[in-house]
């Protein structure tokens, strides 16, 4: 049972009108790690992640999460950050508490209050009170509060400064157990680099690599952020 894969992913091809988005995707992540899912905008980050959430159908292959495949059960595990906001503006933050509480069986209400106040954002504002990047903050906080198996952020730095985007990574670091694994979606590489275990570039629908962060850089000599813009000429 220990060598089963948390996600794995065979053969998965995605359409939209007779033009590929997705071609081919094989990949297998194993609890525990955190990986960096990188490529630039359009390079089918986004349909890979709204497939692997069961928001998109697969036009053919699998995805299977503990062996199974999409469906009530992965939801459950999994913990999804959008790359948009979709909560509702006009709530408060500690509506929104009450509601991910409600919704989610694994979701730690305490945890989550607790980075709220070290964010030092107050959970009786209502969230239209909030800048872009603190609504982020909310949301990053929520997603992580959950007792997941496999945490899905998709570009959760977008709109944050450099000091908070450290006690982003910081956060994302010391909150998920070691049976977990986070799979982080971006562009901004060298922003993301010093927490990952592991690397897939995407680019053009296909992936062309996937590698232990490590070994990469030594291999390569190199960081991750300039192996990326050397190969994709950035």
Known sequence: ??????????????????????????????????????????????????????????????????????????????????????????????EVIELFRDFYQDFDEEKAIRLLKDLDLDINQSLTKMSKGMQEKVQLVLVMSRKADLYILDEPLGGVDPATRDYILDTILSNFNE???????????SDIERILDEVIFIDKGKIVLQSDADKLRNKEKSSIDEIFRRMFKC
């Open 179 to 189: 049976n977990a694994s986070v799979i982080i979606s971006t562009h901004l590489i």
């Open 1 to 94: 049972m220990s060598n089963m894969k948390l996600l794995e992913i065979k053969k998965l091809n995605k359409n939209f009108d007779n033009k590929k988005i997705l071609t081919d995707i094989n990949l297998s992540i194993s609890s525990g790690k955190i990986v960096g899912l990188l490529g630039k905008n359009g390079a089918g980050k986004s349909t890979l992640i709204k497939l692997i959430n069961d928001l998109l159908t697969p036009s053919s292959g699998e995805i299977l999460v503990n062996g199974k495949e999409i469906g009530v059960e992965s939801k459950k595990v999994i913990s999804y950050l959008p790359e948009r906001t979709y909560l509702n503006k006009q709530m408060k933050v500690s």
